[in-house]
């Protein structure tokens, strides 16, 4: 299968399609493999990736990490805590370091948006840069893995009614599967309280809603967010509020089409923007996005490593 070379992974904007279907293909071969390759087809053998996240993570930083393993590398993770940061170094100067040392895949959680995109600019040209979430910008790894477990259900992304509830302003998840799902062909509409609504959206499948019965009225795909406190700031939610018009309860989730699924990036906050009952029920495909963003990284990796070939 052909595809566009990409040397970084930095937005869902920047993806052409064939690398989309490239990536979709690839997870698909080795989630039945297992993860499990032979090893003259681990495309990272002998490279060294390292985990920069300047923010907590669980899901995405051990994924990365598992991912990074089943094609072959080793991992070095870094913490601000334990970085020459706290020294004053810069963080191009510790990618510069670890790049003479060896180190050519860099991925980067950071609070600041659009610092990945900034620093796979200064990082050199053998680098790699993936972004694992910047501020309230981007989650591309996110979108791509939510994408391929809707693909794996709902096998066509054409005409599919997507529902996206909860903190839409601050939530980089939200845009990058804005930007992915649109372009494939799904229709969005997004709703959350109305101080955690962007005025509009950058996409064309994208609709804003006032409330969360309308979004999920008819939908395909319920795709629930949480409240993003640790970036509140000016903005302050009543959860007893949030829960009564937002949460996703199992009567509210019956608007939604008989079949339709429910994702979740995690964490999850349960009994705040989702009911335990909908999170562990039959619809529920959260442990699954989980289980196929290991293979989706995979995948991810082998692309970025490809363009060198």
């Known amino acids: 299968?052909?595809?566009e070379p990409?040397?970084?992974?930095?937005?869902?904007?920047?993806?052409?399609?064939?690398?989309?279907?490239?990536?979709?293909?690839?997870?698909?071969?080795?989630?039945?493999?297992?993860?499990?390759?032979?090893?003259?087809?681990?495309?990272?053998?002998?490279?060294?990736v390292t985990n920069i996240f300047w923010e907590a993570s669980t899901r995405t930083r051990v994924s990365f990490q598992m991912a990074a393993w089943?094609?072959?590398a080793r991992v070095v993770n870094i913490a601000p805590s334990t970085s020459s940061v706290t020294k004053g170094e810069t963080l191009d100067d510790t990618i510069a370091t670890l790049r003479a040392l060896g180190c050519r895949y860099f991925v980067i959680r950071h609070a600041t948006s659009g610092e990945p995109a900034r620093l796979a600019m200064n990082a050199g040209r053998e680098a790699h840069v993936l972004n694992a979430g910047d501020g309230t910008n981007e989650h591309p790894s996110q979108a791509?893995?939510?994408a391929f477990t809707i693909r794996e259900r709902k096998k066509s992304?054409?005409?599919?009614?997507?529902a996206i509830l909860g903190d839409?302003?601050?939530s980089r998840v939200a845009r990058s599967n804005l930007h992915l799902l649109s372009q494939l062909g799904a229709k969005c509409r997004v709703s959350g309280p109305a101080g955690l609504l962007p005025e509009r959206l950058d996409v064309p499948q994208g609709t804003i809603v006032k409330t969360a019965d309308e979004a999920i009225r008819g939908a395909d795909v319920v795709m629930v967010l949480r409240l993003q406190k640790e970036r509140e700031g000016k903005i302050v939610v009543d959860e007893a509020d949030y829960r009564k018009n937002f949460s996703l309860t199992p009567q509210r989730l019956e608007l939604a089409h008989p079949d339709a699924i429910v994702l979740h990036p995690g964490p999850i906050n349960?009994?705040?923007?989702?009911?335990?009952s909908v999170a562990d029920g039959p619809r529920s495909m959260i442990l699954r996005q989980v289980e196929n963003g290991l293979f989706m990284r995979m995948a991810i990796f082998?692309?970025?490593?490809?363009?060198?070939r």
């Open 1 to 3: 299968m052909t595809h």
């Open 6 to 48: 990409i040397h970084h992974l930095l937005s869902a904007k920047d993806l052409p399609p064939e690398s989309i279907e490239y990536l979709f293909s690839r997870t698909e071969a080795f989630k039945r493999m297992r993860g499990i390759l032979p090893a003259d087809e681990k495309a990272l053998d002998r490279e060294t």
């Open 70 to 72: 089943r094609m072959g």
């Open 144 to 146: 791509l893995l939510d």
């Open 157 to 162: 992304f054409n005409g599919l009614q997507v």
């Open 168 to 170: 839409i302003l601050r």
């Open 270 to 276: 349960r009994g705040i923007e989702i009911d335990s």
């Open 302 to 308: 082998e692309l970025l490593r490809g363009e060198e």
